[in-house]
């Protein structure tokens, strides 16, 4: 049951990631980010009424910071999903796993010029350079469509979610119930995409345009209680370790969609290049979960 939750969850990301597509042709990142805050706090209040969670919370700077980091990744990757291919933005968003492997083998490495001897990271340094040969190989055809910027944007995604990663677990080990997490979460989102606008302003409204945005809102606060339902239901580092594998079925959702829906023409290079990332990854997941039991798992 765990596995299907996670399974669900990048699903459900993957359909966002649809939506989101359709919108930004017709309204701005900052739009997208304070309309999701909007039909996110809808969402998770009636939520957490109907199943009788409280809102309030002990811990409001935590919260806060956690939706600093989270809307920064949040914005870069609904930019890279209006000018990247779906598939080649989902695959940069989720190289999070990576940039945690690459924070440590920092640790490591610091600890070794201290003198205290850390575990041997060759292996998980090999994972790293394979994965970001892959975003060479990805972005290559981004840079043959004047897209480079989007891509650096979508790449940038992944180094803020991998941050955003840690806090969602510091929050969830001190008792924070996920519904109030996502929450605050879409509460940060709305104040974030309020700000956004008064640079961007709001583009015209349309009503058949704006059907877009209400699936954007459920379908991220779905995707975001099955994730963390997969998580918590985690009992030992094996099944956590399962759960963070199983998020990148998300980029093969996302490459059908891209193919399906969207008709993308991604060269052979950017296929390899996903596949490179996609193996290189769970490597790196794997890597790490060997070299430090208590590092933070991903979550999307």
């Not at 070299?291 to 798992?297: F, K, Q, R, T, W």
Request: hydrophobic share 55%.
């Amino acid at each position: 049951m765990q596995a299907a939750w996670m399974i669900l969850s990048s699903f459900l990301f993957a359909s966002m990631g649809v939506c989101i597509k359709y919108a930004s042709a017709h309204f701005n990142s900052s739009e997208l980010v304070f309309y999701r805050g909007i039909l996110g706090i809808l969402f998770m209040a009636g939520y957490a009424r109907a199943r009788g969670v409280s809102l309030r919370t002990s811990v409001p700077a935590v919260h806060a910071w956690r939706s600093v980091i989270g809307v920064t990744s949040m914005s870069a990757w609904f930019y890279a999903i209006a000018h990247l291919p779906l598939a080649t933005a989902m695959t940069l968003n989720y190289m999070s796993s990576v940039w945690i492997a690459v924070f440590l083998v920092g640790g490591a490495l610091m600890l070794g010029r201290s003198g205290r001897k850390g575990p041997s990271q060759g292996p998980l340094v090999l994972a790293i350079l394979a994965s970001f040969a892959g975003v060479v190989m990805l972005l290559r055809p981004a840079v043959d469509q004047n897209q480079m910027f989007a891509g650096l944007v979508g790449l940038l995604s992944g180094l803020a979610s991998a941050f955003a990663y840690m806090q969602v677990m510091a929050i969830s080990r001190m008792g924070e119930p996920e519904t109030r997490t996502v929450f605050y979460f879409a509460v940060g989102t709305l104040v974030a995409g309020a700000l956004g606008t008064l640079v961007t302003g709001f583009s015209p409204w349309n009503w058949m345009h704006a059907v877009w945005l209400l699936p954007i809102g459920i379908l991220a606060s779905l995707g975001q209680l099955a994730m963390t339902k997969a998580y918590s239901m985690s009992e030992n580092h094996g099944g956590t370790l399962m759960v963070a594998n199983l998020q990148y079925s998300g980029i093969v959702f996302a490459a059908l969609y891209s193919l399906i829906l969207f008709g993308d023409n991604i060269p052979w290079m950017g296929w390899a290049g996903m596949a490179l990332i996609i193996v290189s990854a769970i490597a790196a997941t794997v890597l790490r979960a060997r070299a430090a039991p208590n590092a933070p798992a991903e979550e999307h």
